[in-house]
């Protein structure tokens, strides 16, 4: 029931965008991973997914700490979310030096951060990936925000090894009123006291004129 209602919900925005592209005499675009504009905004205070910002966290507020020694870091190549659908690769995403964390490439990849934290390093893993995405319908974490808890999700590394998380929560955070720097450092991206999956995507209510989304999911694991 669930999962109709969603996809009833997706193809209403599709309706939606489509209509707003013909009120405004232009083609259909991409509503995720679009260029920035020169004019536009280089920070992003909270998950963005690419439309009209070029990434989903600003990590200024907290710079990452560069004198703590780390353990060699293990890159991972793919997730794997049995009961979310999911095996995609991973690829590594970029931070810029305003600290915005750039969106994943496209609807089937997941991207991860290394310059937070590596699997096998004992820290929150951050990754981030697109809910769904323009002319292609749900993407890769369509499902994620609905995984209970206990749910498990695998990460391969390139050099062979696996690393298990079990789902613990899954938050949704309005972008305007509830995502707030120190949400993001303390409840996103910063340290939780043992090795985490933070998962990150859009959600909640769509926005057409503004071809966004008003909410972000955020979802927590725990290495098992």
Not at 78 to 83: A, H
Not at 177 to 194: C, F, K, S
Not at 205 to 224: H, S, T
């Amino acid at each position: 029931m669930v999962a109709k209602q969603r996809e009833r919900t997706f193809e209403a925005r599709l309706s939606r965008r489509s209509a707003l592209a013909a009120l405004a005499g232009v083609a259909a675009l991409p509503l995720v991973g679009r260029a920035q504009d020169a004019d536009e905004a280089v920070i992003a205070e909270a998950p963005s997914f690419g439309v009209r910002r070029p990434g989903p966290v600003e990590l200024a507020a907290a710079p990452l700490a560069k004198d703590v020694p780390q353990a060699k870091a293990l890159v991972p190549v793919q997730m794997v979310v049995p009961n979310a659908g999911v095996d995609a690769p991973v690829e590594t995403g970029t931070i810029t030096p305003d600290g915005v964390m750039v969106d994943p490439s496209g609807p089937w990849v997941i991207t991860w951060y290394d310059a937070i934290a590596a699997p096998g390093q004992g820290r929150n893993v951050v990754m981030a990936a697109h809910l769904d995405w323009w002319e292609v319908g749900p993407a890769v974490f369509w499902n994620v925000p609905s995984l209970p808890a206990g749910d498990l999700v695998s990460l391969s590394m390139e050099d062979g090894s696996h690393y298990d998380y079990a789902i613990e929560w899954s938050r949704l955070y309005h972008v305007a009123t509830e995502l707030t720097p120190e949400v993001i450092q303390t409840e996103v991206v910063g340290d939780t006291g043992r090795e985490s999956l933070t998962m990150i995507t859009c959600g909640g209510e769509f926005d057409p004129a503004a071809g966004e989304y008003l909410n972000r999911y955020v979802i927590r694991a725990n290495k098992v």
